[in-house]
C-alpha cells in the first residue's frame, strides 16, 4: 500500500503494477481498448464506432460521455456498458471489475447522470420541433420520423428493467410442446 497522503483526500490504492505505472508514465507502454479491464473486442467495435480508438480518447472523453455517445447513436442501450467503462477507467490503469462498480455507491450517482442527460437532451429536442410527433410536421415543413418502441421505454427506479413487447401486451404465453 502506498502511504496516505494528507494532502489527497483519494482513497489509497496498492501498488499493483509499479513497472507498467512506469512505462505508462514514460510513454513506452501503449495500452489498446481491449487491454483494459471489462472491455474485450466488441466494447472496442463500439466504442470505434463514436470515434474512441485508443485508451487516450476514451480517458479524455470520460466513462459517462462515451457511455452516452453509444446510447444516443443507437449502437447499446445496456448499462453494463457504463459500469465496464467506469471499472476500466477507476483506478487507473489496473480498473474494477464492472459488477464491483454496479453495486457500489458509484451506481446512483451515474444513473441520475444519464437519466438527467437523456432528459435534457429529450426536453431540447422538444423545445427544437424536432421531436414531433407522427402526421405532424416539423417547422421545415418535414414530415418527422414514426416513434420507435425504444422512445417510449424510459426505465426508471423501482420499475422492472425487463418490458414486455407490445405485440406480446394480452396475448396468453405459448406453452411449449410437451409429449
Known amino acids: 500500500m502506498k502511504p496516505p497522503n494528507p494532502s489527497d483526500n483519494r482513497p489509497t490504492m496498492p501498488d499493483r503494477n509499479p513497472k507498467v505505472r512506469r512505462r505508462l508514465a514514460q510513454g513506452k507502454l501503449r495500452l489498446r481498448l481491449c487491454d483494459l479491464r471489462n472491455l474485450g473486442p466488441q466494447s472496442e467495435r463500439l466504442l470505434a464506432a463514436i470515434g ?49 462498480v454496479a453495486a457500489s455507491e458509484a451506481r446512483l450517482p451515474l444513473l441520475l447522470a444519464v437519466e438527467s442527460r437523456v432528459t435534457a437532451r429529450r426536453s431540447a429536442l422538444e423545445a427544437g420541433g424536432v421531436a414531433a410527433r407522427v402526421g405532424q410536421s416539423s417547422p421545415k415543413g418535414s414530415t418527422s420520423r414514426p416513434p420507435t418502441d425504444s422512445d417510449d421505454q424510459v426505465w426508471v427506479p423501482g420499475l422492472p428493467f425487463e418490458t414486455r413487447r407490445k405485440s406480446e401486451q394480452g ?9
Open 52 to 100: 474512441i480508438h485508443d485508451v487516450e480518447a476514451l480517458r479524455r472523453r470520460s466513462a459517462l460521455e462515451a457511455y452516452l455517445a453509444v446510447r444516443h447513436a443507437g449502437l447499446s442501450r445496456s448499462l453494463n456498458l457504463l459500469w465496464a467503462l467506469v471499472g476500466a477507467l477507476e483506478p487507473w490503469p489496473e480498473g474494477r471489475d464492472w459488477r464491483e
Open 171 to 179: 396475448k396468453t404465453p405459448r406453452k411449449k410442446n410437451r409429449r
